[in-house]
């Protein structure tokens, strides 16, 4: 879910994810405010559910910053997914490179890193846990566990799992939304890099579906090449009502 959404919406959510059989329940990082302490509060209303942010950028926090508020807030290290990413800028690779390192002295959480370029899915190979792609097709996916799986060979490792962010949206209401989702993100170069990549455009690593049996064929496309798969929920306001419709569409058999 979007960590912008009402508090009420998440936790809702979150409780009905993980009675539906949910392996985990992701936010995504907002422009304002802690994905993580918002995790916390969906850690006090669930049980078993893991709970994973995708992705703090490093060049917003660090990860000295991200372990003190991680020991300040007593997030069950057990059943995070720390979501990390380089950020935008110069010098991103070594970031990331030096960024993991250190949490990795500081902390025993499952770090998942969020790539995007070839270079970047070679580097997430040799130093992530789980690896979190975005925006791309099952096509491209296909091509980004390779550079995955190159990067882990490098490093003498075993391959990282390889999950990744779909964004979904079922019926009409929803479509707008998920229009302005797509030029919003086509707008920031770096993402705009990563479709010209793909030969798409931005729509194209989504699914729209007008029915619960449409979505789910859009996202057996994808559980066919990867060993995750995040539903990205869009919906047209994040009411709770609508939440609950694409995750009981995407419910796990």
């Not at 729209?208 to 449409?214: I, P, Q």
Request: proline share 6%.
């Amino acid at each position: 879910m979007a960590g912008e959404a009402p508090l009420d919406t998440i936790l809702s959510a979150a409780v009905a994810a993980e009675e539906a059989g949910f392996d985990t329940f992701w936010l995504s990082q907002p422009q304002a405010g802690s994905t993580l302490e918002t995790l916390n509060r969906v850690a006090d209303r669930t049980q078993r559910i893991r709970l994973g942010v995708g992705a703090i950028p490093f060049t917003r926090n660090g990860p000295d910053e991200i372990h003190h508020e991680l020991a300040a807030l007593g997030l069950p290290a057990e059943r995070l997914r720390l979501g990390v990413g380089s950020g935008t800028g110069p010098g991103s690779l070594e970031r990331l490179r030096n960024g993991v390192a250190r949490l990795r002295a500081l902390t025993d959480v499952e770090i998942v890193v969020a790539p995007l370029g070839p270079k970047m899915c070679a580097l997430a190979g040799e130093v992530a846990d789980t690896v979190l792609l975005n925006w791309l097709t099952p096509e491209y996916a296909e091509t980004s566990k390779t550079w995955i799986a190159e990067g882990a060979f490098r490093a003498n490792r075993d391959t990282p799992v390889a999950a990744t962010y779909v964004r979904c949206a079922i019926g009409d209401q929803s479509r707008a939304r998920l229009s302005a989702e797509c030029r919003r993100y086509g707008a920031f170069p770096h993402y705009a890099a990563h479709f010209r990549r793909q030969g798409v455009e931005p729509s194209a690593a989504t699914i729209y579906a007008d029915s619960s049996g449409e979505l789910c064929v859009g996202l057996a496309e994808y559980d066919r090449v990867l060993d995750h798969v995040v539903v990205r929920a869009i919906t047209p306001d994040d009411h709770i009502d609508q939440v609950l419709t694409l995750l009981t569409a995407s419910q796990p058999t």
